[in-house]
């Protein structure tokens, strides 16, 4: 039997997984560089590959494939690059698919992230490309204990705001007093000697913040009623409410989970380009901006002898062709739907049937920053049970006037009801639901700027869903090139809805194509 | 029976408690003004305030007079202003209490704050003051899931980093198993309908991100040991320690409780000024630097029949005799307690008999941001039970070539043992210490800066620590002005160690003057 050579296992593991990079580092058999976001060998001359879409996907991949001497062409719908990667700012305008058609009124300077909005510390690849492009990051406070909860509608402490301290602090009171109280009385099984269950039990205490007793009676990381100060304010606790009320006052429902902190994707630390996200865009925009074709609307992908061919409708509404040796596809799946293409039946089942989810945001600009000044909210999130389901405060920008909440971002059967309402509604809307946690919202409102994921154009859709069991079906055949055809884009990647996907999928499509190559290179020059 | 007018409670507080002012915002009788750190009223004229220290309690005292028309002058013995507030830069020099001489070679721009260094949301006087004054604040991450534990010498996980991620969800995951098993078996008297516990079980579950037979068997929360990717890269799982092995390993002993996750202090969202802290002291400077004598050792504090008297030793080691009206006098005890006052005895016993804290900090300037590029770690704190006890990486200017690290924050008898060391041998434990943490240490280390407050001549501590005992004694005694003295700076506050205290505690001294200034004008006219 043959011993693999490292080829021979790149080989297979490309079979395996549509591309060796990745999965090498991955796998630690290649150190991943670190100031770098991809390092691929071999320059190439003469090949052509023309990206539909100027998304993150095919940003990058044009931006790689230049690293290498490919000529690319990037042909974009829209009239800027970007994608779901879209920094709402003054004298923007945007018509969704039913006609609502906005003008971004906000003050100069003043944005907010439609789309991506932040960064999990360990996405690399998107790290890395900020790194290498000089995007400078700055911390997205995604937690804050200081932010409120709202449940509306539940029980004895529903229709207040309260702050996240309180219950995070109160159900880790409560539920180490319990577990103490049972190991106390033996009534768990557990393989524990005294002296670990002593160590256990002295855990349970510092974790709870319990007395002498094992009781929780509150704590000081609830928060004060009269907080401590200078002189005699040694503080005042506030009275705490029971188990039983916690629980009757729908606080320990879903819509308050603390998945945020504990999810690996939206752990602290997070991070946020300084200035907006279109500052990722801006930075490849300079690299590759010039391969870019805008307001062109792709009609035909056509597989040719050669590669490929795209048809597209140009600005002045003209069929224009364009012919290449391979096509790197980031369109979203919703949107190839209805275009005319060549692609195996697999494929085509598979553009066809993966459902994409749903979003709403609404940017609210406000006089002043009343949630920093009355409410010391410093970025960080506000939760509720209403069809806003959060408050997203800038992550920074603080002390300065003006500022801009997102006044709602939500999804699936909410975000559709939210997106089926009408501009003014939908502010109408933020402002109601938003206004029972900040009253000052009525007062200080200026304008507003919504959209729905769904409604968008040449999105239609926030992020595509997957099964276990399309997993297996569906993202697989989109996993291998359809002939010339290579497809990227969060879709084709387990980062579903993260800038990390559209990069490692980007990146994974380069190589496929590199690797395709320079094998055929080799071919031909062995058959000389 | 006379009813209490609303001066009459004015009055009652502030005999109850120094100042009016902060007891009634806190008590909600008068509105914090929020774009104004403080709002006194009534001009006066011709009265003079001695301030001791251009620490912040003395700058902001210096600049609250202003407001009130009052004349001040500040006696420093440093020749820079801040105090505690002291942000490390190149060239900055030096000398221990025992003649340990330093001199910074960090690069230009590279700092770390040798004192104070974060601000709680919620310490409106800090935040206050930064808007008034125009300092910009950004996100101090003083928690980052994705920062290490390291324990030492304790059991089989011991000697190893582990990311905090894991721990944190490995106790969660544990915790809540125990309890849903004692639930399920009735062993907890809960009075709880079964709808109830039904809810809480389903709490328990999501919290602890148990399987749906209500165990813990690891999380894709605690990371990855390969992370999902594009392609066929759904991610792998690393396997996860019992209980016991977290147990025996020492991973719940009080170096790695969530202290700063939890206390209310420490909570996200934490602040800090953009480019160090010295940038509070510096916006108070532009506004009072004139008042300052710097480089002017007190050596008496005297009453006198019209105020105070103060005697110092200017930069040319000539005596110089102050008078004034009044005197704040915010020199950290144990150096007041060797400069010769007319206190009274309470006072005297109360300067002379407050333990101060050590406590030490290293800053270590890399050549590269290795624990960025490699580690994936920006901001937040690793832990261990290693005299480093804490690394603490930058907040900010990610993605940018060197850096420094806070190589340990300590205190107590851990950093008595460290201030003891000579700066060779600090620098050192730093090295051989950290890179059990961080192996780059040693390829990527360029120089360093350390400091054992309890060593610094004007400070002789880090920060003053009460008994509740002592709070009822030595503590009252400071509350009270002796005389035409009055007391200043975190030590005369429940804020100890914190800048809010000593902003507060300077405006409760200004608030004292000034209520006395006026009532007495008001006496003296009544006598007319």
């Known amino acids: 039997m043959k011993h693999l050579t ?41 090949k052509h590959v023309i990206i539909l879409g100027a998304g993150l996907a095919g940003l990058s991949a044009a931006y790689e494939l230049d690293k290498l001497g490919y000529k690319s062409t990037i042909v974009e719908a829209r ?31 003043q944005y907010f992230n439609a789309g991506a909005t932040r960064i999990p510390h360990h996405h690399t690849s998107v790290i890395n490309y900020c790194r290498e492009l000089g995007v400078p990051l700055e911390n997205f406070n995604n937690i804050n204990e200081g932010a409120y909860y709202y449940c ?23 539920t180490t007093e319990l577990l103490a109280k049972a190991i106390d009385q033996n009534a768990l099984d557990m393989p524990l000697t005294n002296e670990d269950k002593e160590k256990f039990i002295e855990y349970l205490i510092a974790e709870g913040s319990l007395n002498p007793n094992k009781l929780y009676q509150g704590s000081s990381r609830r928060g004060y009623e009269v907080a401590p100060g200078a002189g005699n304010i040694p503080g005042k606790l506030a009275s705490i409410p029971d188990l039983l009320t916690v629980i009757q006052s729908g606080w320990l429902e879903p819509h308050f989970y603390n998945i945020p902190e504990y999810t ?67 369109i979203p799946l919703p949107v190839l739907s209805n275009i005319a293409a060549d692609f195996s039946p697999n494929v085509q ?16 600009q406000f006089k002043r920053r009343f949630w920093e000044e009355d409410d010391n909210i410093y970025g960080g999130i506000s939760r509720t049970n209403m069809d806003i389901t959060q408050i997203v405060y800038p992550p920074s920008g603080y002390l300065s006037k003006k500022g801009i909440l997102v006044g709602y971002y939500n999804y699936g059967r909410t975000a559709e009801r939210t997106g089926n309402l009408s501009l003014a509604d939908r502010e109408k809307m933020a402002l109601e639901q938003g206004s029972k946690i900040h009253p000052q919202y009525k007062q200080e409102f200026e304008n507003s700027f919504s959209l729905a994921w769904q409604k968008i154009k040449y999105s ?54 590199h690797k395709r190559v320079k094998e055929s290179a080799t071919s031909m020059n062995a058959g000389k």
């Open 79 to 109: 009239s800027r690059p970007g994608g779901r990667i879209w920094t709402i700012r003054k004298g923007m305008r945007e018509t969704e698919l039913e006609g609502a058609e906005q003008i971004c009124k906000f003050e100069e300077g």
């Open 264 to 330: 690996y994707e939206q752990q602290t630390t997070m991070l946020t380009p300084v200035g907006g996200m279109d500052q990722i865009t801006k930075a490849f925009e300079k690299r590759v901006g010039k391969k870019i074709i805008y307001e062109a609307e792709v009609t035909e992908i056509r597989k040719t002898e050669r590669g490929a061919r795209i048809v597209y409708i140009n600005k002045d509404k003209q069929a224009q062709e364009l012919t290449g040796d391979f096509c790197i596809c980031t």
């Open 152 to 174: 509306e509608g539940k029980g004895p402490l529903s229709n207040k705001r309260i702050r996240q301290r309180e219950l995070h602090n109160d159900m880790r009171g409560y």
């Open 460 to 513: 239609q859709g926030a992020w595509a869903t997957f099964t276990p069991e399309t997993r297996q079906t569906h993202y697989k055949a989109l996993l291998e090139p359809d002939g010339p055809i290579y497809f990227a884009g969060d879709h084709v990647s387990y980062l579903i809805a993260w800038m990390a996907g559209s990069f490692e999928s980007a990146q994974q499509a380069v190589a496929g194509i």
């Open 6 to 46: 490292r080829r021979d296992f790149i080989n297979k593991l490309t079979i395996a997984t549509g591309s060796g990079y990745t999965a090498m580092v991955a796998l630690g058999m290649i150190p991943a560089s670190p100031a770098k976001a991809m390092k691929l060998e071999g320059k190439v001359e003469g």
């Open 349 to 364: 089942r598979a553009v066809d049937s993966v459902p994409y989810n749903n979003s709403c945001k609404i940017g609210l």
